[in-house]
């Protein structure tokens, strides 16, 4: 860990004791449950602080905090304990309530359900007047960045390829087809937690991606796995049915949701690709069996253009 990392760190370990309890010490240990270059986040006791990412604009992170803190979205969205981000060393710094994640090691538990009707309840909600774009579409046009950047590889191909048959505003380089939706951006099952405060119901965490535009990013990420072959048909099915019985937009009622999901899924396989072999160059190791298969789905996606072949893995 270089110097400055470390300085930034107890710099933001010494705020979230304060946040917690200002006044006093206690036994409580600091422990950092995220440090990538896009945020670190710390907890002390019930309190967690988050260090955002550089750059990251402070009117629209203030407007994203206000859209978690609203009453409509109680429920929904866990709360910021603090209306404003703070400024720590030139990174914007936001404080949370801690809830308890998803358990990793039991896939068998995941809440698909919990998850797919937060969903819905976000895409029915009210849109504030001065909500910046979900950031879903930048997201994945950096993890094309990184990509690049990594320098020459063997598998970057099809992945390229993959990315040139999408849609411009799928890899940000023109306006989202519909933005009258609010988003989460970034749905995956870490964005989940349960609160005591609502009676341990599941809550989404993480504003950072938070914005209006097309709601079927939100669904993208399980369509993916489930088109890979990497999440089991019956979590899908529970995951898109709850969601439609919740009354969410992202797809229709009845009939195949694929024609709505199709773009964006193939987006977010694309990212996740990318993000693998960036990171598997970076640590100079081969790609493992789940990297190799959405790098495979994204050479499949190639053979037949989006909104007809949605199982990528076949």
């Not at 965490?205 to 914005?211: C, Q, S, T």
């Amino acid at each position: 860990m270089t110097a400055d990392v470390l300085t930034a760190l107890t710099a933001l370990t010494a705020r979230v004791r304060v946040a917690a309890h200002a006044e006093r010490a206690c036994a409580h240990p600091d422990t950092v449950l995220a440090d990538r270059q896009d945020g670190t986040v710390v907890r002390h006791g019930d309190t967690v602080a988050k260090a955002h990412g550089p750059g990251t604009d402070p009117a629209e992170l203030s407007r994203r905090l206000a859209v978690a803190a609203h009453p409509a979205l109680t429920g929904t969205l866990l709360a910021p304990l603090r209306p404003v981000p703070v400024d720590l060393h030139g990174r914007l710094v936001t404080f949370w309530p801690y809830g308890s994640p998803v358990d990793p090691e039991n896939p068998e538990a995941a809440p698909w359900e919990a998850a797919a009707t937060l969903l819905a309840r976000l895409h029915r909600a009210p849109v504030p007047d001065g909500l910046p774009l979900m950031r879903g579409p930048a997201k994945a046009a950096r993890a094309i960045d990184r990509l690049r950047a990594a320098g020459p590889h063997p598998a970057a191909a099809p992945v390229l390829r993959a990315w040139a048959a999408l849609p411009a505003w799928a890899r940000a380089e023109a306006p989202m087809p519909a933005t009258a939706t609010l988003c989460h951006g970034d749905l995956h099952l870490g964005q989940l937690v349960r609160h005591p405060a609502t009676t341990g119901r599941w809550l989404l965490i993480d504003v950072d991606d938070l914005g209006v535009g097309v709601p079927a990013w939100d669904l993208a990420r399980p369509a993916a796995w489930y088109a890979c072959g990497l999440l089991p048909p019956d979590d899908w099915t529970r995951f898109l049915t709850a969601y439609r019985h919740a009354g969410g937009p992202a797809v229709p009622a009845h009939g195949d949701p694929w024609p709505a999901l199709d773009v964006a899924a193939r987006a977010l396989t694309v990212q996740t690709a990318a993000l693998a072999i960036a990171k598997s160059a970076a640590e100079g190791r081969p790609l493992d069996e789940v990297e190799q298969a959405v790098i495979d789905a994204c050479d499949r996606m190639s053979g037949a253009p989006p909104e007809l072949a949605h199982d990528f893995a076949k």
